[in-house]
């Protein structure tokens, strides 16, 4: 099992920046990539950017530019980060990490969520 915690959310003003973390422990050779989501008030949850084992990184054409998504990994845990800048208030959602593995294609594990909320 792979398990994952999140931190780093908060208020901003827009143009600001923020930094969200997430650690995941436990089986953490079957993971394969990683990903940030985010669902805002009555809207669906929405990828934001994901990076794979090798690093290769895809982001929402929302966040281009402005988001910029990283990983570490140690001997027992891999860190998966998500720098916010210029920071909008239609960036305001609960963001969740996940974990996902290869073979077979599946999402191994949730993040518990954390509250990004830019205003003014």
């Known amino acids: 099992q792979v398990q994952l915690v999140e931190s780093g959310g908060g208020l901003v003003q827009p143009g600001g920046s923020l930094r969200l973390s997430c650690v995941a422990s436990?089986?953490?050779?079957?993971?394969?990539?990683m990903g940030w989501y985010r669902q805002a008030p009555g809207k669906q949850r929405e990828l934001v950017a994901r990076?794979?084992?090798?690093?290769?990184?895809?982001?929402a054409d929302s966040v281009k530019g402005r988001f910029t998504i990283s990983r570490d990994n140690t001997e027992n845990t891999v860190t998966m980060y998500l720098q916010m800048n210029s920071l909008k208030p239609e960036d305001t959602a609960v963001y969740y990490c996940?974990?996902?593995?290869?073979?077979?294609?599946?999402?191994?594990?949730w993040g518990q969520g954390t509250q990004v909320t830019v205003s003014s």
């Open positions: 990076i794979t084992r090798g690093g290769s990184t895809d982001y």
């Open positions: 436990g089986s953490i050779f079957s993971i394969y990539d």
């Open positions: 996940n974990a996902g593995s290869l073979l077979p294609r599946q999402v191994l594990s």
